[in-house]
T-cell receptor, first 116, second 112 residues
Framework: NAGVTQTPKFRILKIGQSMTLQCAQD?????MYWYRQDPGMGLKLIYY???????DKGEVPNGYNVSRSTTEDFPLRLELAAPSQTSVYFC???????????????FGDGTRLSIL | KQEVTQIPAALSVPEGENLVLNCSFT??????LQWFRQDPGKGLTSLLL?????REQTSGRLNASLDKSSGRSTLYIAASQPGDSATYLC???????????FGTGTLLAVQP
């Protein structure tokens, strides 16, 4: 009953370091998403993917990169960490079956990232 | 540009009260509106999804309504319990981007 799994749960980085946030889902969903949530704010879409090999930018993509080599995994990479990237990162997935826009998104528990 | 607003930002009620959370959006061209619950340190749990053609959805003590023309949705929680304490987020899908656009949430505290 895993659903969407994110690792790590917490991380502290120094400015300029790089890291990859991992996301995996076991529901055979084609659609996957990365969001960030800043304190007191709603979620903002960073990148999304509609299937393996296909990714596209969301609302706030600068400073991030993604890849989608398999249906299950959708890692998010920070190349040069900056203090402005301190946030909670959520991965989500949804089904691409008929009327996919009416399918609910399923979320992981998040990765809490601090850049110091 | 779609903007989603939730009022109030925080709400504290005694156990047993019925309460209403509000969500408003600026672009009525939406596919659906979703209500989520977020517990501290956790991800989002989908509570209700209302399609654009629907007026309301119900799940247990929760009832969500949608008025597309006025750009409003409400989440009604009946007979509130301390376990209902969480942040409630609404999100709309559709408009120019066809992506989920989130409100900033309402932090609910139900006092025993």
């Amino acid at each position: 009953n895993a659903g969407v799994t994110q690792t790590p749960k917490f991380r502290i980085l120094k400015i300029g370091q790089s890291m990859t946030l991992q996301c995996a889902q076991d529901m055979n969903h084609n659609y996957m998403y990365w969001y960030r949530q800043d304190p007191g704010m709603g979620l903002k879409l960073i990148y999304y993917s509609v299937g393996a090999g296909i990714t596209d930018k969301g609302e706030v993509p600068n400073g991030y990169n993604v890849s989608r080599s398999t249906t299950e995994d959708f890692p998010l990479r920070l190349e040069l960490a900056a203090p402005s990237q301190t946030s909670v990162y959520f991965c989500a997935s949804s089904s691409s079956q008929e009327r996919s826009y009416n399918q609910p998104q399923h979320f992981g528990d998040g990765t809490r990232l601090s850049i110091l | 540009k779609q903007e989603v607003t939730q009022i109030p930002a925080a709400l504290s009620v005694p156990e047993g009260e019925n309460l209403v959370l509000n969500c408003s959006f600026t672009d009525s061209a939406i596919y659906n509106l979703q209500w989520f619950r977020q517990d501290p340190g956790k991800g989002l749990t989908s509570l209700l999804l209302i399609q654009s053609s629907q007026r309301e959805q119900t799940s247990g003590r929760l009832n969500a309504s949608l008025d597309k023309s006025s750009g409003r949705s409400t989440l009604y929680i009946a007979a509130s319990q301390p376990g209902d304490s969480a942040t409630y987020l609404c999100a709309v899908r559709g408009g120019a981007t066809n992506k989920l656009i989130f409100g900033t949430g309402t932090l609910l505290a139900v006092q025993p």
